[in-house]
């Protein structure tokens, strides 16, 4: 149980495009979601955390109107990268909190995301 | 605020040797306490966590961890390593008065590589 998956593990665009990557909690309904960016060879960051049906709650630091997050449903959270750059090319990692309850969190496999 | 610190970007041992990697964490109130492990170009895997209770707690693939308040550790160990216990490892804490809808601090991660 408490399966995470990602859609797409990676991909490549051009610079000035917009990504969309899912996360979805695939047994369990998941009321807060988490997005996390990995740099080569360095720790987790926290970018934002989503709340089923609210406004996500960004980290200091992150730009809101770059990275969308929407969880629009309890099993469902999208992370959409818009006007992509080089420097956004990262390791994104979402995990999600179980609904009932409990402190743990399930990651997903992640998405590898290259901006040439 | 919170942090992590992990002692040693990479730890070396041979195989059969005990595993021993170090996880200290800053907080005024004792954090809940994971450890995750990560294999190359994946997501995240919880190993173990502690929130209350018995300070030494067991997890998966023969891991455990024991949380000291007085020194403010979570210290990782596996008494004999396996070839397969290669990868990278992260110590990571909530904030306990969040109730588990917080994200993760992560420390920096330990690189642990098994010596045949």
């Known amino acids: 149980g408490a399966v995470v998956s990602q859609h797409p593990s990676r991909v490549i665009c051009k610079s000035g495009t917009s990504v969309k990557i899912e996360c979805r909690s695939l047994?369990?309904?998941?009321?807060?979601m988490f997005w996390y960016r990995q740099f080569p060879k360095k720790s987790l960051m926290l970018m934002a955390t989503s709340n089923e049906g609210s406004k996500a709650t960004y980290e200091q630091g992150v730009e809101k109107d770059k990275f969308l997050i929407n969880h629009a449903s309890l099993t469902l959270s999208t992370l959409t990268v818009t006007s992509a750059h080089p420097e956004d090319s990262s390791f994104y990692i979402c995990s999600a909190r179980d609904g009932a309850g409990g402190e743990t969190q399930y990651f997903g496999p992640g998405t590898r995301l290259l901006v040439l | 605020a919170q942090s992590v610190t992990q002692l040693g970007s990479h730890v070396s041992v041979s195989e059969g040797a005990l595993v021993l990697l170090r996880c200290n964490y800053s907080?005024?109130?004792?954090?809940?306490l994971f450890w995750y492990v990560q294999y190359p170009n994946q997501g995240l895997q919880l190993l173990l966590k502690y929130t209350t209770g018995a300070t030494l707690v067991k997890g998966i693939n023969g891991f455990e961890a024991e949380f000291k308040k007085s020194e403010t550790s979570f210290h990782l160990t596996k008494p004999s390593a396996h070839m397969s216990d290669a990868a990278e490892y992260f110590c990571?804490?909530?904030?306990?008065?969040?109730?588990?809808?917080?994200?993760?601090?992560f420390g920096k991660g330990t690189h642990l590589i098994i010596q045949p």
């Open positions: 990571a804490v909530s904030d306990r008065s969040g109730g588990g809808a917080d994200g993760l601090t």
């Open positions: 047994d369990f309904q998941a009321t807060t």
């Open positions: 907080s005024s109130v004792p954090p809940y």
